[in-house]
């Protein structure tokens, strides 16, 4: 599985980015998909996941703030982020769960990082 992540970049406080990363060397339907952010200094932190059957979670941080989706037939995932708030500021991952498919096991991949800065 390859990860790649997109749409990084500064933003004010307010405002909004729009993250999407592709995938390919798998079967991207198959795979629960997830976003997560490392800020300097702390743990690479869960910020949202979409299964591979569209069910959604968020970490109680961006709940209302953040939407993540997904389109098989891109083999894209997505993470719409408003309201972005300085706190926010970190690299930002996908990754794909490992999984198993027709009794074949998928592996899982973490995506290259894209920074978000949100300043004050």
């Known amino acids: 599985v390859q990860l790649q992540a997109f749409g990084g970049g500064l933003v004010q406080a307010g405002g909004s980015l729009s993250l999407s990363c592709a995938a390919s060397?798998?079967?991207?339907?198959?795979?629960?998909m997830s976003w997560y952010r490392q800020a300097p200094g702390e743990q690479r932190d869960l910020v949202a996941g979409?299964?591979?059957?569209?069910?959604?979670n968020y970490a109680n941080s961006v709940k209302g703030r953040f939407t993540i989706s997904r389109d098989n037939d891109k083999n894209t995932l997505y993470l719409e982020m408003n309201n972005l708030k300085p706190e926010d500021t970190a690299v930002y991952y996908c990754?794909?769960?490992?999984?198993?498919?027709?009794?074949?096991?998928?592996?899982?991949?973490w995506g290259q990082g894209t920074q978000v800065t949100v300043s004050s």
């Open positions: 060397g798998t079967i991207f339907s198959i795979h629960t």
């Open positions: 979409i299964t591979s059957d569209f069910r959604t």
């Open positions: 990754a794909a769960d490992p999984t198993y498919y027709d009794a074949t096991y998928y592996l899982g991949a």
